[in-house]
């Protein structure tokens, strides 16, 4: 059992449309963090969301943590192809253990 | 900057071989871990170490080991390569657990196959 499920696991879209991906879980955490992974990479840090309720935007990325601090979402306005790559929530499980999403791979087709 | 450094980038290991994945880093993080990446499966955690001397099980550690004799240094031993163990393979490093300290520096990776 994956302590964080995220949705879709798969994502094809268009250049210019809009998008969600979600990070869900039973637990509740103090902070959150997104990363984006592009192919022969390791992970990049994008956002981390502390706060119930907060909202933090980047560009055309806007990401969101629950008010129960248990699930996150990322909002991708007008997708561009430089978009493309995989994004993997992550969370601080217990005291050390730094624990990460199953992924959603995004596509971005011109 | 180097930042974390992995070697090799690529190996093919036959059944049974052994061999030691190399990580370090340059930032003087307490706390480094290792990851696998397969297909559909996002980062799997390894073995994780809070500071030198220091290391403990992540999700999936079977089938390795794991020591922290420097700060910089956090090798991944592999004793007896399965087929099962064919991944992608990442280390990272962090600075610490706050909300400020949780972002991770990952090495660019080393891709394994046992045959």
């Known amino acids: 059992t994956q302590l964080l499920e995220q949705s879709p696991q798969f994502l094809s879209i268009q250049e210019g449309e809009n998008l969600t991906v979600y990070c869900n879980s039973s637990?509740?955490?103090?902070?959150l963090q997104w990363y984006r992974q592009e192919p022969g990479e390791g992970p990049v840090l994008l956002v981390t969301?502390?706060?119930?309720?907060e909202v933090k935007k980047l560009k055309r990325l806007t990401f969101q943590f629950g008010d129960a601090r248990k699930d996150s979402s990322l909002h991708i306005t007008a997708a561009q192809p430089g978009d493309t790559g995989l994004y993997l929530c992550?969370?601080?499980?217990?005291?050390?253990?730094?624990?990460f999403g199953t992924g959603t791979r995004l596509k971005v087709l011109a | 900057n180097a930042g974390v450094t992995q070697t090799p980038k690529f190996q093919v290991l036959k059944t049974g071989q052994s061999m030691t994945l190399q990580c370090a880093q340059d930032m003087n993080h307490e706390y480094m871990s290792w990851y696998r990446q397969d297909p559909g499966m996002g980062l799997r955690l390894i073995h994780y170490?809070?500071?030198?001397?220091?290391?403990d099980q992540g999700e999936v550690p079977n089938g390795y080991n794991v020591s922290r004799s420097t700060t910089e240094d956090f090798p991944l031993r592999l004793l007896s390569a399965a087929p099962s163990q064919t991944s992608v393979y990442f280390c990272?490093?962090?600075?610490?657990?706050?909300?400020?300290?949780?972002?991770?520096?990952f090495g660019q990776g080393t891709r394994l196959t046992v045959v």
């Open positions: 637990s509740v955490f103090s902070s």
């Open positions: 992550a969370v601080t499980s217990g005291t050390y253990k730094y624990i």
């Open positions: 170490s809070v500071g030198a001397g220091i290391t």
């Open positions: 969301v502390v706060t119930g309720g």
């Open positions: 990272a490093s962090r600075r610490g657990t706050g909300s400020g300290n949780t972002e991770a520096f």
